[in-house]
């Protein structure tokens, strides 16, 4: 079947598609917060009616948390690959609110230095990365009437608030989700208009504590001196994570199964067409201050991390309370890398913590947070190749193995559970502000990452 | 004028006294917060009908801020002695308002093992403080028709709020706000029923900062690595203010104006009936953990402190966000002892701060945030005898000379601006948790203060 007129059918519907993904945007899918549950319904109801539309038997299938969309379609020619595409509809908190330039679930069009962009919370992250491949398949569908490669579409609600669902949904579902590959579009490009294939990506281990010291809130006038505050104490225990020389984690044993960076890999990163300064200094660092030795992707593609992702105890209203408070408490997330394990890193940093609390200080840890190893892609299969090729075509730029500082625990599930290899191509910059305030996704990446997919199920079908 | 009826009167009153004291507290009147501006006014308005209600000369006075309440009431015998009688009738703040048994400003009455208390907030802190005096008067006045003393009440509602209108409205009414003495009822006895007279109070520095890193919140899989975290900063320069050796704070010259308290004084605080494990074990300490080689009393009336009373940045709510946070928050307040200079602390704090910043974070700090020197008494005048013996026949126990580990600025400006001396007793007990959840005084404190209040005018007009 022809590609040509497939990429001029989405030139032609672009701003049709990019209509549907705003109406995507418009439902606060915030997996995290209980008070969006409904909304995260609707935006699973949402695609399913779009899958539906393009004719894909498509349903949502409720879990005990958010619901799964399955969708499949199997009008491709006899013995033509079969793809299983992943995405997240759900997106993460918007606070800081005030910080928005518009009401983050009201998505616009806006002009910028980079072009037009769609403004909006989950526009990057993932609802219009996940939407480029949907839209590719309506191209494709609205000129040859079927699709290249037999296609099941799996869309999750709970990837923002560590997919608790997941595990037991894929275990239980193992058949229905056969297939020879699993695609995922939740990544971003090196730099700007660099076509990148993620070559592997970090782990992710979640952890949350509390310090309690005085039974209650206390009078800072009648306890101050005598009483051990447990802020003080929390940042005396924060601060004892880190080895401020080095600028390595100085909890015992968080290195374990971290291995170097090969030479030739990391020759290959540094030709990637990375910018550093501008990786940094876009967002107000003159510098990289991760571990002394290791190049900006390095330390944020190889080497572990733990950071504080909240830390908050006494007054913190309008003006002053002269409270020594009971509580103190913080959320931590540790980035996992090579053959780092979750479970044993949990309990080295927990030990960690627990060496050192002084009298009088007692510590409660959340019990419900997951982890996830690193995983590698294998970059052995042919359709890695035939992406690099088809990327490189669309973007007139030679398409670049890369790594990833972010976690994809689903990647590792596929494998594990379904057997799956995964290729993981997105289309995101680095300044989408995902996460943050003001989150958008350029209207390019939209268009050429549609076309980038058409391309792709081309080339992998041949 | 004879003593006992007027005894006998505040028997007789005192479950009517205690629901005028109840429908005080009802009025949520926090200071602190500006949601809470009307119900400031209506408390001032309830104290001035109160007051006119027993023939004082009463008015709310307009301020910047919260209104202030005068009084003046002259019906005494030629030649009795004037005094200027101080309160404060706004309150704290009350979150966490789920450790509250009860609403905080629906207060009631509760047995509990040391006697009937009245339960909410103010009760102790400082609404149920103030209605001893206004009690005491109110009884002789149904006596004998008239007061022992010439008597000017002075009534704040900026108390919890660092009192900005204070030193300007003082400044303003000099000559209408004379008297011979001032009267200060905001302070605990050293132990449940030792009646207790504050000979030194500490003073009070406050200060906030905030600490920004990176220009917007980051993803910690993108950032977490390059990326420097100021909640790490923050801990790091909140570990930094403290000798982990010694107890002692680090920050250079902090200790420059604190003097050793003499031994006679030191062997007075020793036999004062202060039960240092209860004091400690009751809120959850088995030890001080303060200066090491002080005692807790020391630690407590002698040794000044810096305290962390809110510290937050990054993500609090629901679930986990795998975000590094843009800014880092942290409100301190610091108890001052000696000859200890406000302005001068706060310098060299600041300093320590700024010297140990990292590259890539700035620090912004809160300029509308005053402080107060300690004070100590003067023990030398004729009323603190008459008082320590009037407290002595009224609680069966010889009253007590006690340093106060609380700051009440308002005494420092009595003595600067209206050249008054000041005299504090006060009947709140260590368990009282004014400033906590499930705030109460014990009806005995209310009941017994009054008749002490009686006493001392009685006492000190002889």
């Given at each position: ?31 995290t ?125 709970e990837?923002?608030s560590g997919s608790p ?41 979640k ?162 947070l997951e ?92």
């Open positions: 079947m022809a590609l040509e007129p497939v990429l001029s059918q989405i030139d032609e519907d672009i701003s049709t598609a990019t209509e549907r993904l705003m109406d995507l945007l418009r439902i606060p899918s915030i997996s917060d209980p008070a969006y549950k409904a909304d995260c319904d609707s935006a699973a109801d949402w695609l399913v009616a779009d899958l539906k539309s393009m004719g894909v038997d498509a349903a949502k299938r409720e879990t005990p948390g958010h619901p799964m969309v399955v969708g499949h379609i199997n009008d491709a020619p006899a013995g033509a690959p079969h793809v299983l595409f992943y995405g997240h509809y759900d997106v993460q908190p918007v606070d800081p609110l005030d910080l928005w330039d518009n009401p983050p679930f009201e998505p616009q069009l806006e002009e910028t230095e980079h072009g037009t962009v769609i403004r909006g919370r989950g526009s990057s992250d993932d609802k219009g990365q996940l939407m480029t491949f949907v839209e590719a398949c309506r191209a494709w569908k609205a000129v040859h009437g079927t699709l290249p490669c037999r296609i099941t579409f799996f869309f999750e609600g990837e923002e669902s997941l595990i037991p949904f894929l275990e239980a579902h193992r058949e229905e989700l056969q297939a020879d590959l699993a695609l995922v579009c939740d990544t971003s490009m090196v730099s700007r208009g660099v076509p990148s294939i993620a070559s592997q990506l970090r782990g992710m281990l952890d949350e504590f509390t310090l309690t010291g005085p039974r209650i809130d206390l009078h800072s006038g009648h306890y101050g001196g005598p009483g051990l505050n447990p802020l003080r104490e929390m940042s005396r225990i924060v601060d004892s994570f880190y080895n401020d020389e080095t600028g390595a984690v100085a909890v015992e044993g968080f290195y374990e199964g971290v291995h170097e960076v090969p030479a030739d890999q990391l020759r290959q990163w540094e030709n990637c067409g990375f910018d550093e300064a501008e990786y940094l200094n876009s967002v107000g660092y003159t510098k990289a201050h991760g571990e002394k030795g290791y190049s900006t992707l390095e330390q944020q593609w190889a080497r572990p991390t733990l950071e504080v992702n909240g830390l908050w105890g006494g007054y913190n209203g309008v003006g002053s309370k002269t409270v020594l408070p009971s509580k103190a408490h913080c959320k931590i997330t540790c980035r996992l890398v090579g053959d780092m394990d979750p479970d044993k890193l949990r309990d080295k940093i927990r030990k960690h913590v627990e060496d050192r609390l002084s009298t009088d200080i007692s510590v409660e840890w959340d019990n419900d982890g996830s190893p690193a995983s590698v892609m294998n970059l052995d299969r042919p359709e890695f190749e035939a992406a690099r090729g088809a990327l490189s075509d669309e973007w007139n730029r030679e398409a670049v193995f890369t790594g990833m500082g972010g976690s994809i625990p689903v990647v590792g599930y596929f494998n594990t559970i379904l057997g799956l290899d995964s290729m993981l191509v997105g289309y995101a910059n680095d300044d989408d502000a995902i996460h943050s305030p003001n989150e958008k996704y350029d209207l390019k990446s939209f268009h050429k990452g549609i076309r980038s997919w058409a391309r792709i199920m081309d080339a992998i079908a041949k």
